[in-house]
């Protein structure tokens, strides 16, 4: 099975050009790369790191932000802090409201406390949507940023 040596994608036997880059296949016959082709030569591209940055919540972001070839990276660094503000928020957020139900549920009872149930629920929907969202804009290369803490990650990553 050959392979393009420019993109590796799989050229198909006795073809004298790649199907994916137009590139002469006379190169042909090596393997792909490990990283698919995609990127830069030095692991995922740029796209996909900001897009990770927000998959595993603070987790993710924290991690690209120590990671060499990342780290130097403005975009990168951008997307990582608007991330980790992003879930620090939103976990104080849920706190927040855990405690004044559960002390509306103590003084007026039950019923109170279900008033914060659809509420929650919104919050859940609406911040799952955001994270979606904030995961599309960073992998098709645009840096939204969000109205309070996207100010102070494009501070953190630097201008």
């Known amino acids: 099975m050959a392979f ?3 993109c590796g994608a799989q050229v198909a036997e006795g073809t004298s050009f790649c199907g994916s880059c137009g590139s002469a296949a006379g190169g042909a016959g090596a393997a792909p790369a ?22 595993v919540g603070l987790i993710t972001g924290v991690i690209f932000l120590v990671l060499d070839p990342y780290k130097n990276d403005r975009k990168v660094r951008f997307h990582c802090f608007q991330s ?3 879930h620090v928020g939103i976990i104080a957020i849920f706190i927040a409201i855990m405690f004044v139900s559960f002390f ?6 039950g019923m109170i406390g279900l008033i ?4 929650d629920m919104l919050l859940w929907f609406g911040s799952f949507c955001l ?17 309070i803490i996207g100010p ?3 501070k953190q990553a630097g201008n």
């Open 131 to 147: 994270w979606l969202f904030l995961m599309f804009k960073a992998y098709n290369g645009e840096e939204f940023q969000l109205p």
């Open 34 to 55: 490990a990283g698919g082709g995609a990127g830069t030569g030095e692991g995922l591209s740029t796209n996909v790191v900001c897009a990770l940055a927000y998959a």
């Open 104 to 109: 509306l549920r103590m003084i007026g009872g």
């Open 4 to 6: 393009c040596g420019k």
């Open 84 to 86: 980790i503000f992003f």
């Open 152 to 154: 102070l990650a494009a």
């Open 116 to 119: 914060f149930l659809p509420i």
